[in-house]
T-cell receptor, first 112, second 112 residues
Framework: NAGVTQTPKFRILKIGQSMTLQCTQD?????MYWYRQDPGMGLKLIYY???????DKGEVPNGYNVSRSTTEDFPLRLELAAPSQTSVYFC???????????FGQGTRLTVV | GENVEQHPSTLSVQEGDSAVIKCTYS??????FPWYKQELGKRPQLIID?????GEKKDQRIAVTLNKTAKHFSLHITETQPEDSAVYFC???????????FGTGTSLTVIP
């Protein structure tokens, strides 16, 4: 099992550009999440999904979009990148309620 | 939504001493409380968790206590070692989406 895999690991975007952060898991997990981590601020929930075809907003969804067409994949789309979106992004997944969440290795995004 | 507060933000202890990190949560519906350890540049990894029907759980040098009435839970690390140095995050799981809401983290330094 590879677990949760994110690509790319690093990316520099110019203001106004768009990109998709990829996340895939091979553990047949129902729940998937996107978090952003800013220094000293912990992890903030952007979007989450309880299964294929179902997504919902978290604490900080503005400027992002997601889709969940399969159980395995949960891409995060940034439209019109802004400097405020400079952060480390983590994808995570778990099987069911009240179970351990497994994290990907993170994507460090810089918007200049 | 849920609000998780974590204290202290930094903690330094001598090797062999104990470390205690405390968290409070706001929503009484939260029922799962994991603790994650994050080393520099790495992904968060679960070290221990506790469910709402349990008051205390121990795993070797690590223990977690939960007080549902007061809505707070704590991480206890005994006989600290230099490899315990990392950032520790508490979280509370809330809602039908099993969303995890994280504290802002505690940077623990164990001084040899």
């Amino acid at each position: 099992n590879a677990g949760v895999t994110q690509t790319p690991k690093f990316r520099i975007l110019k203001i106004g550009q768009s990109m998709t952060l990829q996340c895939t898991q091979d553990m047949n997990h129902n729940y998937m999440y996107w978090y952003r981590q800013d220094p000293g601020m912990g992890l903030k929930l952007i979007y989450y999904s309880v299964g294929a075809g179902i997504t919902d907003k978290g604490e900080v969804p503005n400027g992002y979009n997601v889709s969940r067409s399969t159980t395995e994949d949960f891409p995060l789309r940034l439209e019109l990148a802004a400097p405020s979106q400079t952060s480390v992004y983590f994808c995570a997944s778990n099987y069911g309620m009240n179970t351990e969440a497994f994290f990907g290795q993170g994507t460090r995004l810089t918007v200049v | 939504g849920e609000n998780v507060e974590q204290h202290p933000s930094t903690l330094s202890v001598q090797e062999g001493d104990s470390a205690v990190i405390k968290c409070t949560y706001s929503d009484s519906a939260s029922n799962y409380f994991p603790w994650y350890k994050q080393e520099l540049g790495k992904r968060p990894q679960l070290i221990i968790d506790i469910r709402s029907n349990v008051g205390e759980k121990k795993d070797q040098r690590i223990a977690v206590t939960l007080n549902k009435t007061a809505k707070h839970f704590s991480l206890h690390i005994t006989e600290t070692q230099p490899e315990d140095s990392a950032v520790y995050f508490c979280a509370a799981s809330y809602g039908t989406g099993n969303q995890f809401y994280f504290g802002t983290g505690t940077s623990l330094t164990v001084i040899p």
